[in-house]
């Protein structure tokens, strides 16, 4: 991320007017326009861009088929490299915890609930899904969890915006549930659909679930400062820079079955991150998970120590599984 603890504080920049670049989806759409009125209260003017990702053109082959690391993020990455757009905003679980050279991560903004949600036919809830219940999903992450916890379940690949797969459960009658990020539900006042949002015992999201991220050129401080001005949050960077550390560690883009959830303790006087992780195997059937609390005060000391239990689960059991992922052939993609 830039370090702009000096450039803060600067006068505001000199900056005609930001062009924001966004997937088209109703969610994405929901959170640019969310970052561009928080601009417009820090004094920004902005123009909305819109750009077709991978992710939003190939919508009839399961993610982990495709290829590539980048899928939802690939094309807005050109767009600020080529100087077409100044701002990419993102769900932060979308992007790879490695930018491509020239890009930086420059803002973290306010988290909403990073739970996954149940939603289900007539209002299931996790506890009266029956056995053998159909769940859809396109995330083996999401999967492997609910096969750990429900083997019986029949999990069925899902593709598609918020507002698809809502209505292919809804035009599905053999289906029972399928499982979404309650933040973009909540974030497009679908909120009422949840049936339940599952405790981390049973799911742990994908790390940076619920964060809206802006990335800009490295270079390009105006852009970077702007955006850090207006929706910077340092207990979520804290957070999710933990939950970021222990996936890179693994080595697994979100798309391999890693789960991670921090929380931040400022109670004792000094910040203290509570960083827990998960590894499922693709069946479910074998797991390794850790919890570490430890004091950090800046991004780079949650990143390590996110590293730190990634160590410690892949001598638990972590390792052989991901080994065991590497032979089944999966590529790892960025979830939706």
Known sequence: MIDLAHSERAELPDVSVLRIGTRGSALALWQTERVRAQLAQHG???????????????QDVPLARVGGRAFFTKQLDDAILEGRIDVAVHSLK???TELPDGLALAAVGAREDPRDALV?????????????????TSSLRRRAQLLRARPDLRV??????VDTRLAKLDRNPEWW????????????????????RLPFDIMLPAPGQGALAATVRSDDAVAAEAVRRALHSRATELAVS?????????????QVPVGAHAEIDETTGRTLVRLRGRVVSLSGEASAEGVLVEPAATADEADALGVALAEQVLGSGAAAILRSIQLADVEPVSEP
């Open 44 to 58: 920004y003017d902005t123009e909305r861009i819109e750009i077709r990702t991978t992710g939003d053109i190939v």
């Open 94 to 96: 979308d992007l790879p």
């Open 120 to 136: 289900a036919r007539g209002g299931a809830t996790w506890a009266t899904l029956p056995r053998t219940a159909i769940v859809g």
């Open 156 to 161: 069925i690949d899902l593709r598609g915006n």
């Open 177 to 196: 549930a399928i499982l979404l990020a309650a933040a973009g539900l909540v974030r497009l006042g679908l909120a009422a659909r949840i049936s339940e």
């Open 242 to 254: 933990a939950e970021r550390g222990f996936l890179r560690r693994l080595e697994g883009g979100c």
